[in-house]
Every structure is written in C-alpha cells, then in structure tokens.
C-alpha cells in the first residue's frame, strides 16, 4: 500500500521538527521483530510513528495474511478508524526490531484540532488510505447476496454509504459460491449473508445488527446529559455537529441509516458553493461525518429516534434499540423522503427493480438497459445525467409540461442535449408488472390519454418530499404538510414571553433544520447553512 501513491499523500514522511512537535503528546517505545501493535477488528488502536525501524500493514482473511504495504521512519501508521474508534481493518504488526512514539485517541484529536498543519496532513492521509481500502475491499467482509433481493441491496447501500470495504459475492453468477455456503453452514434460503471478520455469520442481518458487528457506534451515556442531541445527519445535521463540538459543545447525532441523508444518494451535487466540478453526496457527506468526528461529536448510525419527550430542557430522546438520551438542546434534521406512488405493487418491487436513489451500486444493476425516472426537480436531474452514462435508455416522466419551472437551468440543458435520455411531459406511472421483480413500466400520456407499457426493469422514484415526523407524536407544531413549523412560523403555538429564535420549534430550545422544516429551501448549501446557525441560536440559549 505505501508503494502504491506516488506523490506521499497517503504515507507522508514527517520532518524532525514535526516529530519533535508531536513528542510531548505520545509515548515512546520499543517493538520487538514481529510483535504485533494492533490486530483487524480491534477499536481504540493508537497511531504509530516510525523512529526506527519498520511497521507492516496486513490484510487477514480467514487467518491468510496479505501484505498491503510497509511504513518506515518518518511515517505512521492508521486511517480514519484511529478518528471515529471504529474496529481496525488490518493487522500493524512490526517487521524488525524498531522504536516508535505512540499517539492514543485522545493525543491524535489534540493534534487534529490543535495543529492545523500537522492535522491537515493526518487527515489527508487517513482519508487516502480508507478510499484504497474501499477500493481493494480489505476488511474480511464478505456478502453473499443476489441481484433479485432487495435485503442484498439495502445491506449493499448500507456498507457503502458508512464507507466499509467488503467483497460482493452473487450466488446468481458465481458457480463456486456452493462451497463457500457450505464451509459456513449455510443454505440459499438464508441470502443475504454477511461474513464479518472472517468467521462470523449473520443471515439477512438488519442494519443495526451490522453496525453492531463491525463496531459503527460509540458507548452512550444515558445517565448524563448532552449539550446537544442532532436527530439526522444529513447536511444539516452533519454542519450543527460540527459547529457544536468545534465550539465545544457535548454532541451526539442520531442517523437512522447512513451519514448524508437524502443528498447523501445524490450522484453529483454542482451548484453547492466551492466544487465549481461538483462532487458527489456521499464524499461530500463522508468528508463531513469525519469532521464533525475530528472535532468530538458521537454518531450513531442505524439508530432511530421514536419519541421526543419533555416540556422544558432537558429533553429525552427515546430510540428504537430501547435506549434512552437527554440533551440541553436538541436539532431535529431529519430531513424528508421522497413520496411514494399510490401504486398497490410498489411495496413488492421496492429494492428489487424501484430505487429512491442514484448512487454507483444502483447504476450498475442498470447497465446497458432501458430505465424510467419519474420527477421534475435537481434530484431527478442528477440522476437521469448520472445514469445515462449506465444505462442505455432513461426515460424521464414529468407531471407537468417540462423542467423549466422545477429543475436548475444548468441541468434541463443537459438533459435536452443528452440523446441518451428521452423526456416525456405530462406522464404518470400507472402499473407495474413483475413476477420477483419488476419487469414491465405502464405510464399514460394526461394530454391524450394514451398508455405505454415499456420492458424496464429499473424505475427510479424522486417525487416530492414527505418529512420524517409521524416519530414526533404531536410533541412539535406542524404545517398541513407536517413540516415543523419554525420561529415566526408558530403564532400562538409559542408558550414563552420572549420571541422564539428564527429555528426554534414550538418547545423552547427544540429547533428544525433542513427539508423537515416548514418553508425551509430544498438545497444542501441551504441545509448547511441552517444547521450552523441553530448552533449559534444555542450557544445563546445554553
């Protein structure tokens, strides 16, 4: 792996001076020829500089080492595992008898936040590494799933999009598969299954359970307080957290599924301020999820908030592992999910053939095939530009008479240029047809009343929104859309004298953030933009 970059970004070599500043912060030690500093699936490891000698990074594999490369002095061992405490991917053993100054956790963050230089080069670092581990699928992960089930695409999405490596293995294509069922005892009705470490085996986990094996979550406390409780780490959430803890407040986010929310699915997001080649929502999402880490805050992922409770601060926030959370404040970022079609076989074919985004793993089930996209906004947008590189048709449906009203300038010239995507106005989907997964697409024309049927296989939902707060139980006030309605937004929903801050909710020191907010604008730098402002609006409150 150190071989494997040319420009030393990703295995840097630090000065005299650089080590001599990070001195104080560690402590220095022997290692004797073999032994081993850290083993794969181990959490809290410390970071390792070279002194003297050498450091080899292994990949195990059911007890099979392969060599990913060597660290020699000057340079330090780990990735963006020694930021968020999760479990290590690979084994860091010594390779002769060396001497190394050794950063825990603590030290690590101390530097991260304290030294920009030094940080920037960790980071940079840590980030390249995981990218190459992703990349070469080290971590002894394996899933053995199929094309046809949607738990094999939900667990898929849910690997990526919390950035773990892992090898996909189709029992549709893979003739040997046979054999590795039956050395884990295990039978096709049992699909989708996840190796995890190499030995243990979970059938058709839930994303829970998952974050549970491979280690995603920190220890929660219940019995103290948190300054700041976020519920979503979409972009709103993602910027309050790290605004929050940069600022040093306690913080702890909740995540249902992975960090990014909705704009996390995105393909590529090009009019968010500063990427002028844009960049896609899960890096986005990532490079914020490691930040908002870097500075302190805890994430939870897989984890749902199901009641918000008090009338007055503290607030407890209950979840579904049964768990129990208070805070002095809370932000609710919830965010929206896109809307689903009053169509009685949608469920069915939801993950097997209907997809509600447009990430890498989506386009290629879609490869050199006919696909439908229904919707008029950017997200629709995105995606019918992203996957005509993939598929061989797309078929964008809009309800109204075309695009100008409801999708970025910059985006409805694309698509008119693109011949690879065919845009048919005034549509709804009707049916749709398919044995155990979607087969066919029937659609009608509200002008003439003609319908089509199309053999598609992939269809792609991006309507409208629905928020995410039938959780809430009527503790907020809502809008007739149940949005949460905000600041001046809450007339006599407000109890207390003093004027409710422009975020806050109808429960003092409560605010809404992002696409759950009533009137709030549908665009991630908005979303940004809003969660570091409710952090100021606490900082006044606390």
Request: charged share 25%; aromatic share 8%.
């Amino acid at each position: 792996m150190a071989e494997s970059t040319e420009d030393g970004r990703m295995f840097p070599v630090l000065t005299e001076d650089q080590i001599a500043e990070l001195a104080p912060l560690g402590k220095r030690r022997a290692a004797r020829p073999g032994e081993l500093l850290y083993d794969a699936g181990e959490t809290e490891s410390s970071t390792f500089i070279v002194l003297e000698g050498s450091i080899e990074a292994l990949d195990v594999t059911r007890d099979r080492e392969r060599l990913l490369g060597v660290v020699g002095p000057g340079q330090f061992t780990g990735e963006v595992n020694q930021i968020t405490g999760r479990r290590s991917l690979v084994r860091s053993r010594a390779r002769e008898a060396s001497v190394l100054l050794e950063l825990d956790r603590a030290a690590l963050q101390e530097v991260l936040q304290a030294n920009a230089p030094l940080g920037e080069l960790f980071l940079r670092a840590f980030i390249l590494r995981r990218v190459y581990l992703i990349e070469h699928s080290v971590g002894a992960t394996v899933l053995i799933g199929s094309g046809y089930s949607a738990d094999t695409l939900r667990l898929k999405l849910f690997l990526s999009r919390n950035g773990h490596p892992y090898i996909y293995v189709d029992v549709e294509t893979d003739p040997d598969i046979q054999r590795v069922l039956d050395h884990f005892a295990v039978r096709l009705t049992d699909i989708p299954v996840l190796i995890c470490h190499g030995d243990l085996v979970l059938r058709n986990p839930s994303n829970a359970e998952v974050a549970d094996c491979f280690g995603f979550n920190p220890a929660i406390d219940e019995s103290g307080i948190y300054d700041l409780i976020v519920v979503g780490a979409g972009p709103s959430g993602l910027a309050a957290a790290v605004y929050g803890a940069s600022e040093g407040l306690h913080v702890l986010v909740i995540e249902s599924e992975a960090p990014g929310g909705q704009a996390g699915s995105s393909s590529r997001i090009e009019n968010y301020l500063g990427f002028p080649n844009g960049i896609a929502g899960q890096e986005l999402a990532g490079r914020a999820f490691v930040q908002a880490q870097k500075f302190g805050a805890q994430v939870l992922v897989a984890r749902t908030a199901r009641a918000l409770q008090g009338c007055r601060p503290p607030y407890t926030i209950e979840l579904d592992s049964g768990e129990s959370i208070r805070g002095r404040a809370v932000i609710i970022a919830a965010g929206a999910r896109y809307r689903r079609l009053g169509l009685p076989e949608l469920a069915r074919f939801e993950g097997a053939g209907v997809y509600y985004g447009a990430t890498r793993i989506e386009a290629q089930l879609c490869r050199d095939e006919d696909i439908v996209i229904v919707g008029g906004g950017n997200a629709a947008g995105q995606a019918a530009i992203y996957l005509s590189d993939f598929a061989r048709q797309v078929y964008l449906l809009v309800r109204g008479p075309g695009l100008s009203d409801t999708m970025s300038r910059y985006l409805a010239f694309r698509i008119e240029a693109n011949r690879n995507i065919v845009l048919r106005p005034w549509s709804e989907v009707q049916a749709l047809e398919g044995e155990s997964r979607l087969e066919r697409v029937r659609w009608r024309d509200a002008r003439t009343g003609a319908s089509e049927v199309h053999d598609v296989r992939h269809l792609f939902l991006m309507t409208g929104a629905d928020p995410n707060t039938a959780w809430l139980g009527g503790a907020l006030a809502l809008d007739e859309k149940k949005f949460i309605r905000t600041g001046p937004g809450l007339g006599d929903a407000w109890p207390l004298e003093r004027p409710p801050y422009l975020l806050e909710t109808s429960l003092p020191g409560v605010f809404a953030v992002g696409d759950i907010r009533s009137g709030s604008v549908k665009r991630v730098a908005s979303a940004v933009g809003e969660g570091s402002m409710a952090v100021q609006f606490i900082h006044s409150l606390l």
